[in-house]
């Protein structure tokens, strides 16, 4: 394959995997929105939207795989297609979250007078827009934007850290099991919402290694070095 094809290639790798991430930001829209307004059938789309974008990370599975095994791509381009295909594992992962999120609603449902702490809604705000500018940031191969959403990893672990004292204090007061069950289905959403935003620091560590072919050190641990959470 002559290069501009295989540089063609690399482009629609690319395209493709910023789809996948619009699927995974609007896939945790709709678990935000099922969330805020206990909707079950935000919570139903939220299952189809994983299903399109468990289907899409396949899709780019085999691509890399051919591309692979087919053109024998130099270092560089090695490390490229290599980086792209862990990378839609982190996206998929991420799509896991939201949906995990989806799972809890027909029981919130039936408990809709718990108070919700608005530090989950801003977390669902913060970790969308990390998303957003990570995809942006792989786009554009901006490295400067990569670095400074791995680094924002704390302001996700702050707001999750809030969350966590509000819900240990409603636990405390509650009488009644199930309210107590209610209240800690809470704390798993703000939990898959924290896993949320780790997984966008890896994505954002993974497109300076595309850039830059150097393991970034931005966390106080690196998934890419194995010392991830």
């Known amino acids: 394959m002559p290069r ?3 540089d063609q290639a690399l482009r629609e790798l690319r395209d493709q ?8 930001a609007e896939e945790l829209r709709l678990a935000m929105a099922a969330l805020e307004a206990l909707d079950e059938e935000a919570a139903r789309q939220v299952y189809e939207m994983d299903r399109s974008v468990n289907d899409i990370r396949f899709a ?8 692979i095994v087919t053109q024998q791509p130099a270092a560089r381009d090695l490390r490229l297609v290599f980086a792209a295909a862990n990378m839609i594992v982190d996206l998929e ?4 979250q939201a949906k995990g999120i989806a799972k809890l609603i027909p029981h919130l449902k039936r408990h809709p007078n718990i108070n ?12 969308h827009s990390l998303l957003n500018d990570a995809l942006r940031a792989y ?3 901006d490295t400067e934007l ?3 959403i791995a680094q924002r990893d704390d302001e996700v672990d702050a707001l999750y850290a809030n969350i966590f004292t509000n819900i240990m204090f409603q636990l405390a007061q509650a009488n009644d099991p199930e309210q107590v069950k209610a209240i800690y289905e809470l704390l798993r959403a703000a939990r898959e919402l924290e896993r949320f935003g780790d997984l966008v620091a890896n994505v954002a560590e993974r ?3 595309m850039v830059t072919g150097k393991i970034p050190e931005l966390r106080a641990t690196s998934p890419i070095s194995g010392r991830g959470r």
Do not use: K, N
Not at 93 to 96: E, H, K, Y
Not at 116 to 127: H, I, K, M, N, S
């Open 93 to 96: 992962r991420m799509g896991d």
């Open 60 to 67: 780019i599975e085999e691509e890399c795989f051919t591309l």
């Open 17 to 24: 995997i910023l789809t996948m991430g619009s699927y995974v």
């Open 207 to 209: 497109s300076i290694y």
């Open 4 to 6: 501009q094809y295989f």
């Open 139 to 141: 786009a554009e191969g």
């Open 146 to 148: 990569s670095a400074s």
């Open 116 to 127: 919700r702490p608005p530090e989950l809604r801003q977390l669902g705000a913060l970790v």
